[in-house]
């Protein structure tokens, strides 16, 4: 999840931050592993990428948050795809936006590398958050959805204390700091930004309360400065050959979380290094 709307920010971000809202610091959700373990669209080994039975699959190992991706169907319902259609990910075609609910339902959710599995529906975001309540956070990918009417639903859920949004475009920050400047906001390293001090700078003019990006795109003191305006670096991860040796190195790099592919492998690996670090003592 790479984003390059940073320069179009400038005048829009600059002229509202006249408003204290916009400087409002927001609580990060409590977490149940001191490393944040996040699995990427749902735990997808043994269920198709952003269905129910994925999410559920991420609440069973013990994954702090779920990571889905919100988009509105032509009717303006929220409904959870990644892709912008509907060819990869069901036996269906055409864009989500250019088709209703009634029609999106219909389709199948298939993983085409594993025939074995159950066929799945495509979930409705009320679904997912009543799934979730209580279980595990959320970690929005905002693809392509109204703000209000995306925080309405999650405070209908009693979910909006229990969710960071990740922001895929300049207007949408705008918005959820307007209309819901206490929900936590996360945007990816810009790829201008390859030391501290270029870190602090971006952080102090546009107020970001979590970062993502690549890993690899980090040094041990990008992260320290981030960690001194008290701001939490969970960087992405996730991929076929992702495993101990590059999440103890990321570790090493000071990161409190990561997005992953492998969440029962990363919750287990972690719960093993602690004990390990206990005996050790």
């Known amino acids: 999840m790479k984003i390059y709307f ?3 920010l400038g005048s829009i971000l600059f002229a509202s931050q006249t408003n204290d809202v916009y400087s409002q610091k927001a609580p990060i959700p409590k977490s149940k592993n001191a490393f944040v373990v996040i699995s990427h669209r749902g735990n997808h080994v043994a269920a198709q990428e952003n269905t129910l039975a994925a999410f559920q699959n991420a609440i069973n190992v013990g994954a702090d948050y779920v990571e889905i991706d919100l988009r509105t169907s032509k009717d303006s319902q929220l409904v ?3 892709d912008a259609t509907v060819n990869r990910m069901t036996n269906g075609t055409g864009k989500v936006s250019d088709l209703n609910w009634a029609e999106l339902k219909q389709l199948k959710v298939i993983d085409k590398n594993h025939s074995e599995w159950s066929e799945q529906s495509i979930p409705l975001f009320r679904e997912v958050l009543k799934l979730c309540k209580g279980k595990i956070n959320i970690y929005l990918d905002f693809k392509n959805a109204d703000v209000s009417t995306s925080y309405q639903a999650l405070r209908k859920a009693g979910m909006q204390y229990s969710v960071i949004v990740y922001i895929n475009a300049a207007h ?26 270029q870190l602090n700078i971006f952080l102090d003019q546009y107020k970001i309360h979590l970062l993502d990006g690549s890993y690899k795109d980090y040094t041990v003191e990008m992260v320290n400065a981030a960690k001194a305006k008290n701001i939490p670096v969970w960087p992405d991860i996730q991929s076929a050959t992702e495993g101990p040796e590059q999440w103890e190195k990321a570790i090493n790099t000071g990161f409190t979380g990561l997005q992953t592919d492998h969440p029962e492998a990363m919750v287990n690996y972690l719960k093993n290094r602690l004990q390990q670090l206990k005996y050790n003592q």
């Open 80 to 82: 959870i795809m990644h």
């Open 172 to 197: 949408q920050l705008v918005e959820w700091k307007k209309i819901a400047p206490q929900i936590p906001l996360m945007v990816s390293l810009p790829d201008s930004i390859q030391s501290a001090a």
């Open 6 to 8: 940073y320069l179009l």
